[in-house]
């Protein structure tokens, strides 16, 4: 904000807010929990989004009775999944002894002192009152002790995940039913990748040796890193012409007339028949990779809407972290179990969706994550669902977060959009303002 327009920052975030047309703020305490309608939760770093996502699921386990044997979790990494299942259990720890010091303290709920003491946390007080206070609660303690005692009693049954691991999961689940194999191991595929490759480059050299062909050859074994090569043609549309100038930059200059015609030739040919090679090869010797699980699992999804309706009713309650960091197929899968028909499902039932994630984090584009596909998923959900924001930084000092904001609005005068900054890329969007904590001291002062 600029500090001659005489609008503080909480008026201009409102007003950028309104002009853009962006989402509302999730409030942890009293948002609607809407079994009907999904839910994409847009969290910027430092906005407690981990401490909102603890909170949610006591939510759903106190006011909407989910067991936690029907909650779904996923998030992207192992490290992030395992902390994320030690963060939820603890809250869910935490809420049940505040309740059983109010019941022995005998301490009631509108007494805010006492309940400061009982637990320091301010968002932590307003659930509890929530729950039990007032002239209509909705629970009584010893209800929310009994949910909450059933959740941690039952909390190892939870299915907490990663994207991987959840296809896993359900894959070894259905495997009757489906008609896959009970043998299949979990294993990369490099060793077929280079088996497969080996066995063409082998069969070229010994049917291409003499006469024109020799340019040819000599310039195919000049080639290094054929693995590098066809990873990064998963990426490249197979029709494309300059191939072979553009993956022989690194090995040396790029072959010209008849040889180069000759190499795009073999790189159209071979490559496309590589990958079914390196397939069969999977079959041959049962192992699938985490990436031949998803696409396992999307395609039998596709054609077996008893599959479908199978795993929907095993979740009355789904929360998906990180979004911003899935793919194309990962996304398929998501909307196809928990988007699609998501309000009429077989069991007559709805379901609590949420999805979790900053498009500003977005780093896993060398694992096939595309930003365009969080942006898809993002308009469909503001569609059918609702769309909310977490925009006030908690963890950066007030000084730090002006900094930012000044930084990347220039003029973020209310009602005027061309103030607002663009960044090169026109896929991103325009920067919004952060909000920020008052009361945030610095780690180190300067005192002398």
Known sequence: MRADSGIDGEQARRAVMLQSGVNHRFELVDEVLDGKRPMLIEASAGTGKTYSLERLVARLVVEEDVPVQSLLIMTFTRAATAELSLRIRKILMAFRDDLEKIISQGISPEDEGKMARIDRDEFNRKLLVKWIGGKKP?????????????????????????????????????????????????????????????????????????????????????????????????????????????????????????????????IQDSFKKVPDRIQALKRLSKTMTFDDMLLELWLALKDNPVLVDNIRRRFRAVLVDEFQDTDPVQFNILEKLFLSDSGEWNDGKGRHVFFVGDPKQAIYGFRSAEL????????????????????????????????????????????VAEGRSRFLDKRIPPYEYVGFDEGKLPLMRRTA
């Not at 000049?222 to 022989?248: C, H, I, N, Y």
């Not at 059918?384 to 990347?408: C, E, H, M, Q, Y």
């Open 138 to 266: 909705l629970l009584s303690c010893q209800d929310c002790i009994g949910r909450l005692s059933d959740a941690l009693n039952r909390f190892d049954d939870a299915a907490v995940f990663t994207i991987h691991s959840f296809c896993q999961k359900m894959l070894t689940d259905s495997v009757f039913s489906r008609g896959g194999s009970f043998e299949m191991s979990v294993g990369d595929d490099d060793a077929y990748v280079a088996q497969a490759l080996d066995e063409a480059l082998r069969r070229t050299y010994a049917s291409r040796k003499e006469g024109k062909d020799v340019p040819f050859i000599r310039e195919l074994q000049r080639w290094q890193d054929w693995e590098g090569k066809l990873a990064r043609l998963k990426s490249q549309p197979m029709a494309d012409v300059g191939l072979a100038v553009r993956f022989t930059t690194e090995d040396g200059e790029a072959p010209s007339g008849e040889t180069r015609a000759q190499m795009e030739a073999w």
């Open 372 to 415: 365009e596909t969080y942006y898809q998923a993002k308009e469909l959900i503001g569609r059918i669902g609702r769309t909310r924001v977490l925009d006030k930084n908690f963890r950066s000092t007030p000084a730090l977060v002006r900094a930012v904001n000044t930084f990347f609005e220039q003029q973020a005068v209310p009602g």
